[in-house]
């Protein structure tokens, strides 16, 4: 078996798995093929997303525009918001966590296989529940905040809230049980060697994402039971008339929403501080403070929750308080963007695509840091809110901050996921087009938003000076759209006809890129050693005279240019298994059983919601009484 | 590396852990941190709402309605104390499950031994005890009902019915996984290598009886 497998070829352009088909992706368990599973979907949903906000802005582009009703704008804008940020960021990023945690620390896979692959249906299931509605004019129209008592019984009769509040249910099912995977994946399955502080920067950023989503996720998860028994059972939660607290909404989803900020930018910064020190060829300046301000960034993103409501009157102190608190977390930020210049300075810079985004995000995030830390002052907030100034910030911190590094990841983990390049200069044009078109749709808004043009207006007259700034905006917006064109082409061209990857393509230090790509199944043939934050270049062959740092000649870390099979290798690996799938879906059958609880066919939602919840239990037992992996 | 089998040597000792810890305990501990904020929101709640319910009834003191219908305090605190030792006491019965299995090979010589060492038996009387639990709340609940109180009554009716159900239904998710184990320790007896196994839900059960403590303290005891 040896002599055949030891003449494969270094580079490969087929994957290594040579079981393919529908059904191996039903039943995969594999991180990296859920990882791309991750990819596709979230892909799609972006692309959706995006095709709504094209349409927002079509509508927008003139004064008094009729292309939508009042109704189906205040759908589009819900939904653009939901679908990008649980549907498309969140998962991008975790299209990351899959895929990288694992090979950074040097692992076999996640510690739970099947508990992500069940991560993963259940997002899948629950982004096809809260996205199908759109399509029959009653998707969710409350906002994505969905503030109540606007989205109680009272205010919003119909059934658009509930896909609102069931699918977020749902979606936040999966976020958690991929959060206590990857933590415990990062805590337990650490290479010899891989200490805390010698993990790469994007597991740091990874791992204290999963912490923030563990924390914040069940806070949204109460207000939303809350708002479900509110309009299922006639309890008085949001009740004004029976006493409530119109506020209570408000902080249990800003507890939730604040951290959820820092749950889509930390991946971003993590992923940047992976390709800038790889193309600026230089150790990333100022490691343990990267971490520290990363941990601080979460940290105190649980106290300062209340800026996003200082309109409401909360009085002096508190206002005081979380103003100050606010103020405080540009420190950390900041930190951060220096120790990346610090980076650069000095570096030999090489500037391909990944290496371009990975500079955009610096830049444009600043920027909306900057309109931040102008939004922590709350007489200065006051001018602001509900004005499209809020919207150019958020945009240039969410597009111009996670996405760039997204986009980042995207082309320098590309290699490593499918095996090939993707093409450069189709990348460029990509950059570019959307630096300018993003700059193009967002930059103007700050001004429409000072003349004091509202959010969430799906019209507006004409004669009030903002007619440039829009019109500026839209042909932003439809720029964007053909950027995001672009960089779809070269997804599927680059897929097929790229450049075949070596290990390692761009000389990066981290043990990701000492294996073969695409990765094998088993990831490391031998589990490698670590003795230091940057093995690979410690390694003889980085160094002109051959030999090496003294790291590189102890670690185990070698350059793996041969592929085997699993079972030649003797390594066990995590069977295949239909069970998340099912499971998965039986959960998501209980869960919107519900939906039917409050429109009068309590007989259909007893049956699915008891039916789900057997063949639930059911699955899972029979999930937990199978092996988890064969032993060869 | 020239050949598989020389890379084969290498490739064994999956099972290691980085530190040493099972991986699910590892999971379940954070689990129950994201436990702790879902029970922090259910609490927070039910304290900020606390004395805020524009009818009664309410919990620790009678209301008169406007009709002019009494209506008593609502919460019975000597039958929720029993409740509470009965819970509390499930959990010394977790402890004598997860001792028996981990000592399963220990010579019993008394009558003593013997039932300190019956797995099954404490395992049984853990979930017993949970299950009592839960009657002592379904019947709180009913009473309550009748009594005047239902979950849309007031905001003292949403906040606690929530509250406590959410507690409940947790209880229930530990009756069903004890039983679980019951019913496999029956079918093969669980072993000292299965310790793991009790000791997990040991973890989760002894979480719930903690969060009970919290909740009986500061909206039972708590005038």
């Known amino acids: 078996m040896a002599t055949t497998a030891a003449t494969a070829p270094a580079i490969h352009a087929t994957p290594v798995s040579k079981k393919g088909g529908v059904m191996s992706w039903l039943t995969t368990t594999d991180h990296k093929k859920i990882a791309v599973l ?68 040097g692992a076999r896979d996640v510690a739970f296989p099947r508990l992500n692959a069940f991560s993963y249906w259940v997002y899948l299931l629950g982004g096809i529940f809260i996205t199908v509605p759109i399509f029959f004019m009653v998707a969710p129209d409350g906002g994505w905040f969905a503030y109540a008592p606007l989205t109680t019984n009272q205010f919003s009769p119909g059934v658009n809230i509930d896909f609102w509040v069931l699918g ?91 951290p959820e900020v820092y749950i889509l930018i930390l991946p971003a910064f993590g992923l940047i501080s992976e390709v800038i020190p790889t193309n600026a060829r230089k150790p990333l300046f100022g490691y343990p403070v990267m971490v520290y301000s990363g941990i601080l960034i979460a940290f105190l993103g649980f106290g300062v929750w209340a800026h996003h409501m200082f309109a409401v009157g909360m009085g ?210 031998k589990l490698p050693t670590i003795t230091s934050r940057y093995p690979m270049w410690d390694l003889p062959s980085k160094d002109p005279a051959g030999v090496g740092t003294r790291a590189g000649r102890e670690s185990g870390v070698v350059m793996e240019t041969e592929t085997f099979t699993a079972a030649e290798l003797g390594i066990p690996m995590p069977l295949p298994s239909i069970k998340p799938l099912l499971a ?49 | 590396m020239s050949n598989a089998a020389a890379v084969a040597e290498h490739a064994t000792h999956h099972h290691h852990t980085s530190t040493g810890l099972d991986n699910r305990k590892i999971g379940l501990w954070a689990f129950i941190g994201s436990e702790c904020m879902l029970f922090g929101s259910l609490i927070a709640t039910y304290l900020s709402y606390k004395g805020k319910s524009l009818v009664g009834p309410f919990p620790h003191e009678a209301w008169t309605s406007p009709q002019g219908e009494t209506f008593p305090a609502i919460l019975d605190i000597p039958v929720t104390s029993a409740s509470t030792f009965v819970l509390l006491m499930s959990s010394l019965a977790m402890v004598l499950a997860h001792n028996a299995v981990v000592h399963r090979h220990k010579p019993k010589v008394t009558t003593t031994d013997r039932i300190i060492g019956n797995s099954s038996l404490w395992l049984g009387m853990t979930a017993l005890l949970g299950l009592a639990f839960l009657c002592f709340q379904a019947y709180e609940f009913t009473a309550f009902v009748h009594e005047g109180l239902s979950i849309g009554t007031n905001l003292f009716g949403s906040s606690f019915y929530t509250l406590t159900g959410f507690h409940g239904a947790h209880v229930a998710v530990g009756v069903l996984w004890l039983t679980a184990l019951l019913f496999i320790d029956r079918k093969r007896t669980l072993q000292p290598e299965d310790a793991t196994n009790v000791d997990l839900c040991a973890l989760y059960w002894h979480f719930v009886d903690v969060v009970w403590i919290a909740i009986f303290t500061l909206i039972y005891l708590i005038k």
């Open chain 1, 168 to 258: 977020i249910q749902i979606l936040g099912l999966s976020s958690l049980a991929a959060a206590f995977n990857f933590i415990t994946t990062v805590i337990n399955m650490r290479a010899p060697g891989m200490n805390m502080m010698r993990m790469p920067m994007f597991t740091w950023m990874a791992f204290v994402t999963q912490f923030l989503i563990a924390l914040a996720f069940p806070a949204i998860t109460i207000a939303l039971v809350f708002l479900q028994f509110d309009r299922f059972f006639g309890t008085t939660f949001y009740d004004i008339t029976a006493g409530a607290d119109p506020l209570l909404w408000q902080h249990l989803f800003w507890i939730f929403g604040h």
């Open chain 1, 584 to 632: 998965a879906f039986s959960i998501v059958v209980l869960l919107s059983g519900m939906f039917f609880l409050s429109n009068d066919s309590k007989m259909l939602a007893l049956v699915l919601m008891i039916g789900g919840g057997i063949a639930t239990f059911g699955f899972i037992v029979s999930w937990l009484s199978s092996p988890l992996e064969e032993h060869h």
């Open chain 1, 38 to 105: 991750y990819l596709y979907t979230a892909l799609f949903f972006f692309i959706f997303g995006g095709l709504e906000a094209v349409i927002i802005r079509a509508q927008l582009m003139l004064p008094n525009g009729e292309l939508v009703s009042a109704e189906l704008y205040n759908q589009l804008m819900t939904m653009h918001g939901t679908t990008m940020i649980f549907l498309a960021v969140m998962p991008l990023s975790a299209v990351f966590f899959n895929f990288l945690i694992p090979l950074q620390i």
């Open chain 1, 316 to 525: 002096p102190v508190a206002d005081t308080v979380f103003g100050l608190m606010t103020m405080l977390i540009a420190i950390p930020t900041g930190v951060k963007i220096f120790n990346w210049i610090a980076t650069l300075w000095g570096g030999n810079l090489r500037l391909n695509t990944a290496m371009l985004f990975a500079i955009g995000l610096p830049a444009l995030f600043t920027i909306g840091g900057i309109s931040g830390v102008m939004h922590s002052s709350p007489p200065a907030v006051m001018q602001q809110t509900d004005s499209y100034f809020i919207v150019a910030h958020f945009h240039y911190v969410l597009f111009g901050g996670s996405m760039m590094g997204i986009f980042a990841g995207l082309y320098h983990y590309f290699p490593k996921m499918f095996g090939r390049m993707l093409n450069e200069r189709l990348g460029k044009w990509h950059f570019w087009l959307n630096f300018i078109a993003m700059n193009l749709t967002f930059f103007p808004m700050h001004y429409s938003g000072m003349l004091g043009m509202p959010r969430r207006i799906y019209t507006y007259d004409a004669q009030q000076g903002w007619e440039t700034f829009n019109l500026l905006s839209s042909l932003g917006a439809f720029l964007l759209a053909i950027a995001t064109a672009v960089f779809v082409v070269n997804f599927f061209w680059s897929k097929r006809n790229g450049a075949l990857a070596p290990n390692d393509p761009w000389g990066a230090p981290t043990i990701e890129w000492s294996i073969p790509s695409p990765v094998p199944e088993y990831n490391f043939a």
